[in-house]
């Protein structure tokens, strides 16, 4: 299953809306999950099973979707949420998207 | 406090071997399954490999199938990955990482250790 993350990179301002895009090559029911990569750190998970806050996980991510087209979105950008977000699918062999770099403008 | 620390991780030749072992702490380690990750400089994220809590599952990917293997040790709260024939593509930063016990999803993740495969 191919995951494609849309887009590439999204250069917004602290304070702005965040929307980011994984689009599946087949459905994945809502076995998705989205992960947060900040240079040379490992990745964090923030949302499970399409829409569920991981623990710990403040309230301005969210996550949406389900069978083949999801959506994260991080309401109000903090300093902190400018990273690469990748989405991550366990319907089938686990794959992972190409990432989106949330970079500050 | 849940805490997978990997190391094995260093510089070999092409067609070499290697161990990597990852630490767990914080948590009952035979309750869950674990995965093996890894990530190619400045690239993204592949997933290698997954055994089950008891060891009775275990899945690779095809590009380390055959090459690489999987293990855990519940005494001792360690995950391994043997890694034989390797190539300069295998060169990555490998991660361990935690699945929940009630969903299929990676919940904590290691540092992570740096292979260079390399003459």
């Known amino acids: 299953i191919v995951l494609t993350q849309s887009p590439v990179t999204l250069s917004l301002s602290p304070g702005e809306r965040a929307t980011l895009s994984c689009r599946a090559s087949q459905s994945v029911s809502s076995h998705l999950a989205w992960y947060q990569q900040k240079p040379g750190q490992a990745p964090r998970l923030l949302i499970y099973?399409?829409?569920n806050r991981a623990t710990g996980i403040p309230a301005r991510f969210s996550g949406s979707g389900s069978g083949t087209d999801f959506t994260l979105t991080i309401s109000s950008l903090e300093p902190e949420d400018f990273a690469v977000y990748y989405c991550?699918?366990?319907?089938?062999?686990?794959?992972f998207g190409q990432g989106t770099k949330v970079e500050i403008k | 406090e849940v805490q997978l620390v990997e190391s094995g991780g260093g510089l070999v030749q092409p067609g070499g071997s290697l161990r990597l072992s990852c630490a767990a702490s914080?948590?009952?380690?035979?309750?869950?399954?674990m995965n093996w990750v890894r990530q190619a400089p400045g690239k993204g994220l592949e997933w290698l490999s997954y055994i089950s809590s008891r060891t009775n599952t275990i899945y690779y990917a095809d590009s380390v199938k055959g090459r690489f293997i999987i293990s855990r040790d519940n005494a001792k709260n360690s995950l391994y990955l043997q890694m034989n024939s390797l190539r300069a593509e295998d060169t990555a930063v490998y991660y361990c990482?935690?699945?929940?016990?009630?969903?299929?999803?990676?919940?904590?993740w290691g540092q992570g250790t740096l292979v260079t495969v390399s003459s």
């Open positions: 990482a935690r699945d929940a016990m009630t969903t299929d999803v990676a919940d904590y």
């Open positions: 991550q699918q366990r319907s089938g062999w686990p794959t």
């Open positions: 914080g948590f009952t380690f035979s309750s869950h399954p």
């Open positions: 099973e399409a829409s």
